[in-house]
């Protein structure tokens, strides 16, 4: 079996505009979206979302029920304004909420030849701790959410899923009883 060929970030993002702004962005701001490696393991693996221009207001919330450390920064104040159309300026070029074990990254969709892809294969999975923190961020992520699994005991553990209200999916699992 060969080596697959490897993908340049240039020819990940596509399109020579937005090729331009990231490239000009340092890799350490982009909210580590380069995993870190020690040898051939994966060490990190972070969920990075991608918002249409709602990605402040999704990441505030996701602050709101997590706690801990939001860092963002709108595309005016990166050097990527400088290969950036002006409507973009105010959008979200890279953020990252952090406590303790947790992260979440993300940015607003900055690729303007092409209209965002919402996923519908991809989920946030929060597993384990005790029940009664689980129900806490169940509640909290349930704010304005279609909620399609509530959660309750099942023969694997307590589950639930929910839909929030920026249209990302989440699951939760412990293997805590009531």
């Known amino acids: 079996m060969g080596k697959a060929p490897e993908l ?4 990940f993002v ?3 505009l937005s ?26 693996l ?7 221009g709602k990605c402040q207001q999704a990441m505030e919330f996701y602050k709101s029920c997590f706690g801990g ?18 409507f973009q300026h105010e959008k979200i070029v890279t953020a990252r909420l952090r406590n303790g074990k947790l992260e979440i ?4 969709w900055l690729r303007p030849a092409q209209a965002p892809i919402r996923g519908s294969t991809v989920c946030l999975y929060l597993s384990g ?22 959660l309750k005991e099942q023969f694997f553990g307590t589950y639930g899923a929910l839909n929030d209200k920026f249209g990302v999916r989440w699951m939760f699992q412990t293997d805590a009883k009531s």
């Open 8 to 11: 340049s970030r240039r020819r």
């Open 14 to 16: 596509g399109s020579a």
């Open 19 to 44: 090729a331009a702004a990231l490239s000009a962005v340092p890799a350490h701001s982009m909210a580590d979206a380069k995993m870190q490696k020690r040898g051939n393991e994966v060490t990190t």
């Open 46 to 52: 972070t969920p990075y979302l991608l918002f249409d």
């Open 69 to 86: 450390e939001l860092a963002a920064t709108k595309v005016k104040d990166s050097p990527a304004k400088d290969f950036m159309p002006a």
């Open 105 to 108: 990254s993300a940015s607003d």
């Open 129 to 150: 701790g005790t029940l009664e923190e689980l129900k806490t961020l169940f509640e909290r992520l349930s704010d304005d959410a279609e909620v399609t699994d509530p």
